[in-house]
């Protein structure tokens, strides 16, 4: 006869008191008439005795395989025997049975769930417009969203094996973002963006699911950095060799606007107002889906005269981009040159530091930025000087300054 290992109904657990920094021995569990057991011990040998006394008392009261009348069936008693194997504790079977009666049951899967390749191939055709199985359902996301969803999603789908998708776990796709070899906020875009394909999964009409495996797993981006900010020297070398690769309109509406990279690589002369001094950006191109008006400072202004009519974003923008980066001292380092990496969004981090310096006001840089005040208040504030911000608006295009 096999031998089955009977389940321990009370536990041990070793913690740090938060206030005293003690550590003990905490045995938890609950007796046979509901009585929830919690008791610390501050030597483990103690909290060993009394688990085994509390098991001892719990097995002497009626023994697991005894027999029991019972109206249930075969299949039944199977079923029940799953679900307490799956409970941490047997007291939350009811719970689990109100729960799922509440908000499982109406979001349980309708169909047969499809196997990860074939879901992410279904997931690609709605992100690129295809209609769902009611005719409905066409993706309304930003190409830019789309873009990065297609890739970490696609490789996620590469990644973990071709699984039915109701047999991913929270394991599997903390398993898979562990191997990546990535930065710990690259890490958690990975997970929002597998997070986003699941919920699409569990939407009507599909259905293939009703829980999000990722809604287990959290990502520790510890403490977070401030944002990096371009020194006056980079800021002007940086101007210059935009200047020589034809990309002038570009980093101003950038370092002087603080306009995202996404947001200038959709800009148009059509949004600019040199009138009145304005560039309205739509709800399309914002990385908050809402309209912003960016006030246009006389710097930027300037620099938006001289380069009037050049596009912000010209077709060989990636290839003239990079070698005014390069120019201007930044890309990959290597033997043969010292270059200092590129960080995204340096250039709106360096505008937005300077403009909190210039107007010392929370309300109307968070306005001019489309950020929250409390995100100007915990990054920008003086990460600059007075004197270095009247340098910093004092740069002017090559053109201007030879008049």
Known sequence: MKLVAQKQRFKIQ???NPRTGSVSWRVTGSKRDGTRIRENFSREHDAKCRHIDLEAEFLSAQTETGLRATTLTDVQIKLAELAFKRLPEDEDLPRAVDYWLKYGRQHRPTAEAPRLDAAVTKFKGWLDGEKDETGNGVCTLRDHSK??????VGIFGSGVGNLPID????????SFLGKLNVSTVTRDNYKRDISRFFSWCMDRPRR??????????KIDKGEKQPPAILTLAQCEALLRAAESHGVAPYAAVCLFGGLRPFEASRLTWDAVNLEDGEIRLEATQTKTGRPRVVTISPTLLCWLKDYEDKPFFPSNWRKSFDAAKEAAGFGTPTPEKQLVPWVPDIMRHTAISHYFRKTGSYGQTAEQFGNSEAIIKAHYQGRVTSSETEKFFALEPSQSQAT
């Open 167 to 174: 047999e991913i776990t929270p394991d599997t796709v903390e």
């Open 14 to 16: 070793n913690f740090t």
């Open 208 to 217: 293939w699911l009703i829980a999000n495996p990722c809604r287990e797993i």
């Open 147 to 152: 873009r990065g969803l297609k890739v970490r």
